[in-house]
Each structure stands twice: as C-alpha cells, then as structure tokens.
C-alpha cells in the first residue's frame, strides 16, 4: 500500500468517528510518524484533498493544548509535505483564527527543528508558530481577494517575503493562485518582480541514484568542497529524497553505485565535513583529535563539477540575494546535518551489525579491533554536531542533542557475540577524554550526554570498568559534579571595583562609574 493510501485511511478514519483525547493523540502520532518517514518530492500538481486539520476542530471548538504541538506540526507539513496539498490549510483559518497575532517570532531554523523533532519543546513555541501561520494567510487572503496584475499588488507581496519565510508565501502562491506567479514571470526590468520571480522559482526534484551520486561527490572533493549556500541547497534536495526514501530501496540503490565505502561511513564523513564548515563560519575549528580521524578519507586533487564553482552574478540583485543566501548558510547546513542524523538513526543499526558479519577472520583479536574502528568513527562523526550544536540557540541544540544521544545510545546497546558492551562505553569515554583535553569548552554536553544515557539504563554505572571510565572523566573535567544532579553553570558573576583596573582604560576618561559586574 502507497504512503498516499496510508494517510487517506488515516484522515478517513479520524473524520469517521469522535475519538477519546488519547485514542486522538495516538492516531496523530502515527498521521505524524508516516509523513515524517515518506514524502520523496513530485513533479505532478499535487492536488489531494486530505484533510487532519478539520477534525481537530470537530473535536473541541477551543484547541485542548495537548493537541498544539501536534496541530503545528500539521500545519507545518501542510506547507512542506509533498502528499498534502496546502489549499486544504487555507480552507481551515477558523482553527487558526483562536491563535491571535503576537510581536515575536522565531526564525525558520527554530521552526524546523520544533517540527521535525520526536520532543516536544516550549508550548509558547508552537503558538508563536501558529499565531504567525494564522496572520499569514489572512494578510495573503486580503492579497489575493483585491488582486489587480498591478504594482500595488506586487509591493503587497513583496512586504509579506519581508515578514516571512519565502517557502511559505511560495508555496501559496504556486498551489493557490499560479496565475499570480505567471503575471509576476511575465513582468520584465522590474526590481521588485525580479526579485519575486528569483524567490518563486520552482524546486527542482531528483532521483534517489542522483541524490546518492552528488553526496558521493562531494565526498570526493572533502575539505576542499566549497558548501556554499548554492551547493548546500541541492544538498538539502538530495539529502531530504534520501532520507524520505524507503531504506530497503535505499541501500540496493547505493550498493549498486559500487561505492568505495559503506552508507554509514559515507554519512559519517559528509557529518564531518559539514560541522567542519559550520565551525568555520563561526570562525572557529574542531578539536585537532577529531579531524585527524577523517584526514584517511582524503582524496587527491579532482577536477569539480559545475556546481561546485563559484557563481558570478552580473546584477546587483542576484549578488544582493546571493549575500542574503550566504549569510544563511550555516542554518540550513544545520538543517542537513539534522536531516543525516535521521537517516542515521534510521540505518545504523543493521550498518553497526553488519561490520561483524563481514570482517570475519580467524583471530578474534582484529576482528575486535576492526569493529570497534568502526564504532569509533561513528561515535566521533555524531559528536562533530554535538559540537557544532553549542553554536546555536537552545531550540536548535535542544532537538539536534536529542537525536544525538538517541543515535549514540543504539550504539552502546548493540549486541556483538565478540565485543561486549563496555567495551563501546570505554570507546566513547576516551574519545570524550581527548576531545576534552584539546578543548574545556565541550566538558558540559558531554556530560548530558552521559547522563542521557544513564537516565536510559541506570544498571550501566553497575559495570566496574564502566564505572571506572566515568569517575575518571567527571573527576578530571568537573570534579564537584554527581551524576544525575544539575550541571551547575561554569561561569559565576563577581562584583568587582572598577578602581582596580582604572589603568587599562588610560584612553577612556569617560569611564567614571566605580564599579561593574563582570
């Protein structure tokens, strides 16, 4: 049966009958799992009729707000899923009308990750969302009710891209009113029309055999690859068919590609490489111990595809627009490196088991030795956007050290015959030990990240080579730190007397306040 089929019997059966507020819930979570795991982009116009969001108003006349993450995420795939066809959302402003308008809003990058992730974050979080949803659709309403194929009209648009994120107002434009887009293309030597028809133009669709083959590429050129934000793009293209792909269908794909290296290490590099990225235009680095890892995947010198060159604009606006993307890449870098976890998440643990079935050689001793290299390097690729994570805000770091730890703990709960448990656990402590020897700064996250998995088995501190490896690392890195207690800040304020230190600001006369808090 067609994912299609799936979430018509779904939306059929949630009309069909009033459901009890958990039986709701549960169903919901299902509608939610199957779009997050299917939904590889079309060509065809998309015109179903699917419809979650009535129900929920058939429910209660007042959203309960047990069902607000839940109606956001809804929302939100109503814009970007490919199987539902966002007129259906249009026709469902009263459910969005109790959302009443608010002054903040968090970017597109916040949304992103509170949408796709299995937690649940800040409640106000999803009502901002839907506040900003509701507005949108009555502004475009307005819009498009007085639409005249003039320039008012245009600037009309043209201060909703400057509100919002352009997907949205993208997407209603070519579902909603596609003779709108085509008065718009029609309109030559306009700047504003200009700049609309670069923001409309369509997404382009690809293959899973070609999403494969430019993530292979760009695994050829490593850190040379420049991701800017035109390759990044296509990279978020490729990566989201794969990662919406079925996995069966997936990994027959890519091995008949005769690649040099396994679909997990291949994902593990591209991590790598795309931290490495986001930390430089943070202008920072990642530990010297952890790019020494990856320096075996290092290719000679190849000549780059087209797409890996530098565009050179000849208007001012492709280079204004062209800046704009620049300076946004590191969030939608963020937002692959998301997308990769969940294809690692999804495949890792027939990839961690597969490693002992094929390297089986009579002594015992390197085939261990050969898994756990394995395991190394992937423990060491999921730590990269751990890493990478402290760079944003809570919202993001929140939901991408969620799936981080998720990942990390299927490693640790594999079951080789060869390898026991602890053995993984003493893997990952060291690798801890030296990130944080080269670096104080990751100390913190890593210890959330052991408590994450003590919270997940609380008999693991029971292993005495186990327990060892942690007492050494808490000692060493934050001694006055117990185990399933808060981490207690690094920094403390301190009042100190300005007259102290009045002789490093010679140059400053108009400093005269006595004292300041640093």
């Excluded at 796709?116 to 949108?136: G, P």
């Excluded at 923001?199 to 991701?227: R, W, Y």
């Excluded at 640790?412 to 060291?430: E, M, R, V």
């Excluded at 808490?474 to 230190?501: A, C, G, M």
């Amino acid at each position: 049966m067609s994912a299609i089929s799936i979430l018509q019997q779904l939306s059929d059966k949630l009309s069909s009958s009033q459901l009890q507020l958990n039986d709701l819930v549960q169903l919901y979570s299902k509608i939610l799992a199957t779009l997050s795991t299917y939904g590889v982009h079309q060509t065809i116009q998309n015109d179903s009729s699917i419809d979650f969001i009535s129900p929920l108003v058939n429910y209660s006349p007042t959203i309960n707000p047990a069902l607000i993450p839940i109606l956001a995420k809804i929302v939100w795939n109503y814009i970007y899923h490919p199987y539902l066809n966002i007129n259906v959302l249009m026709k469902a402003k009263t459910v969005l009308s109790q959302f009443k308008s608010v002054d903040s809003q968090l970017c597109h990058t916040d949304y992103y990750f509170m949408m796709n992730s299995d937690t649940t974050d800040d409640m106000n979080k999803y009502t901002t969302f839907l506040s900003s949803i509701n507005k949108l659709l009555t502004q475009y309403s307005k819009i498009a009710s007085s639409w005249m194929n003039d320039t008012p009209s245009i600037n009309k648009l043209l201060e909703l891209f400057s509100e919002y994120h352009h997907t949205w107002i993208k997407q209603l434009l070519h579902n909603c009113n596609p003779e709108f887009v085509r008065y718009i293309q029609s309109i030559d030597n306009a700047v504003g029309a200009n700049y609309l028809n670069k923001c409309l133009a369509p997404s382009k669709t690809v293959t899973l055999e070609d999403s494969i083959i430019f993530v292979l590429q760009v695994l050829d050129h490593g850190m040379t690859c420049n991701l800017n934000s035109k390759v990044s793009h296509k990279l978020q293209i490729c990566i989201d068919t794969i990662n919406k792909s079925d996995k069966f269908e997936l990994i027959t794909t890519f091995n008949s590609l005769d690649p040099k290296i396994s679909l997990s290490m291949c994902l593990n590099y591209l991590n790598f490489i795309i931290s490495n990225k986001i930390m430089g235009l943070f202008t920072d680095t990642l530990p010297s111990c952890v790019t020494q890892h990856f320096k075996i995947f290092k290719l000679p010198p190849l000549t780059k595809p087209e797409v890996f060159l530098e565009s050179e604009f000849k208007d001012p606006l492709g280079k204004l627009i062209n800046i704009v993307d620049e300076n946004d890449n590191y969030q939608n870098l963020a937002i692959i490196q998301h997308q990769i976890l969940l294809i690692l998440r999804k495949i890792m643990e027939d990839e961690c088991k597969s490693i002992e079935c094929i390297n089986q050689v009579s002594n015992c001793s390197i085939n261990d030795k050969m898994i756990l290299s394995f395991l190394e390097y992937f423990i060491i690729s999921l730590l990269c956007p751990l890493i990478v994570s402290t760079k944003f805000d809570k919202t993001v770091s929140f939901h991408q050290s969620h799936i981080i730890h998720e990942c990390i703990n299927k490693i640790l709960t594999l079951k080789y015959k060869s390898i026991p448990s602890n053995k993984i656990w003493i893997a990952l402590i060291n690798i801890l030990n030296d990130i944080c020897y080269a670096d104080l700064r990751y100390i913190e996250p890593f210890i959330e990240l052991i408590q994450f998995q003590l919270n997940k088995d609380e008999k693991i501190g029971d292993d005495k080579l186990i327990n060892s490896g942690l007492q050494f690392f808490i000692e060493t890195f934050r001694p006055d730190h117990q185990w399933f207690n808060e981490i207690k800040p690094n920094v403390n304020e301190y009042e100190i007397s300005l007259d102290d230190y009045k002789f490093l600001y010679n140059d400053f006369p108009h400093l005269t306040n006595t004292h300041d808090k640093s």
